[in-house]
């Protein structure tokens, strides 16, 4: 099914969007020049094509009004991201939210987008892990969701929502989350212009431009064959997410008008300059998988040629850096 591009500017990560465990792989190769910085950290919105039918309306409008990014606000709009679990071990566990309305209740009442009542992401602070869960809410507005976090380090949860309330737009908060133990944050891996996960290779081509809106293009291919059959998730044939270093801005593109591959695009601008987190989601043969991406949007140094010789050190990592899409 074809989706015209949605661009969300919250407070999801970033968004990659998932139905089962998937990998993001390294990459090799620069992407694109910088552009000359905007002025101010606000985002700009741009969309291409027909509006999606599950699109983020409220987060569109709110970029077009200048509003900050996304996902930097525990509250917004009377609504409040509310950690029942702020802390959890390494490994295998369970997050426990939920969101909490202006009188403290819990909210139960969610309009559907992209086939979810609610989308959950959960990133490191410094970007090598990235996990994009679908909760399950019960009857008394708790969510919670499986998720596997590798190792101990500071995190940041994203809800994506739109309440089910007269007048109510999207909102994104966002909510530290912590995984106890020993913790050394991991170099940002370099600017690069593809990925590999699970034999897939994705090329990624244009530029993430400040206060600029910006085609960028991703090419699927597998065993050096582009794949032409990409299965729709979500509700589209690909997902984008895009987490600013430093504080985590997120950015939710979804893409422009095409066909099942092998070229996804997608109409982004950035809220400012700086490097930038992006997370691809695509499914293929019924599974979704994740490549990611380090962009620098204006004012960054342009990125090499080819990865300098200690780029292979964060491939140890490239396993953690896996969406973990749980229903």
């Known amino acids: 099914m074809n989706t015209g591009v949605k661009i969300t500017v919250f407070a999801a990560a970033l968004a990659a969007t998932f139905g089962t465990a998937c990998g993001v792989g390294a990459g090799v190769g620069p992407v694109g020049a910088p552009a000359k910085p905007a002025h101010g950290t606000h985002a700009a919105q741009a969309s291409t094509g027909s509006a999606a039918p599950e699109g983020h309306g409220g987060h569109d409008q709110a970029a077009a009004q200048g509003r900050a990014a996304g996902g930097l606000q525990v509250s917004e709009g009377g609504y409040t991201l509310s950690l029942d679990t702020p802390s959890i071990a390494a490994g295998p566990g369970e997050l426990r939210f939920s ?25 490191s602070r410094d970007l090598t892990v990235y996990r994009h869960l679908h909760p399950v809410r019960a009857q008394d507005g708790t969510w919670s969701a499986p998720v596997d976090l590798p190792a101990a380090g500071a995190y940041k949860a994203f809800a994506d929502f739109a309440p089910d309330a007269p007048g109510a737009k999207n909102v994104t908060l966002g909510a530290d989350l912590s995984v106890p133990g020993a913790y050394a944050p991991a170099p940002m891996p370099p600017a690069v212009n593809t990925a590999e996960v699970d034999g897939y290779q994705v090329a990624l081509g244009g530029t993430l431009d400040p206060g600029k ?22 509700g589209a044939y690909g997902h984008l997410v895009a987490l600013r270093d430093g504080d985590l801005a997120y950015l939710h593109v979804h893409p422009n008008e095409g066909g099942p591959g092998p070229d996804v695009s997608f109409t982004a601008t950035a809220p400012s300059a700086g490097t930038y987190r992006l997370f691809l989601d695509f499914q293929h043969q019924g599974k979704v998988r994740t490549a990611a991406f380090t962009v620098n949007a204006g004012g960054g140094a342009k990125p090499s040629a080819a990865p300098a010789a200690p780029a292979a050190s964060p491939a140890p990592a490239a396993p953690e850096e896996s969406g973990d899409h749980s229903h």
């Not at 809106?213 to 998730?233: I, N, Q, R």
């Open 213 to 234: 809106a910006g085609e960028l293009k991703l090419t699927v291919s597998k065993d050096g064959k582009p794949v032409t059959d990409l299965e729709p998730y979500l």
């Open 99 to 123: 969101v909490k309305d202006a009188q403290g209740r819990k909210v139960t009442g969610y309009k559907t987008e992209h086939g979810k009542e609610l989308h959950f992401i959960v990133a």
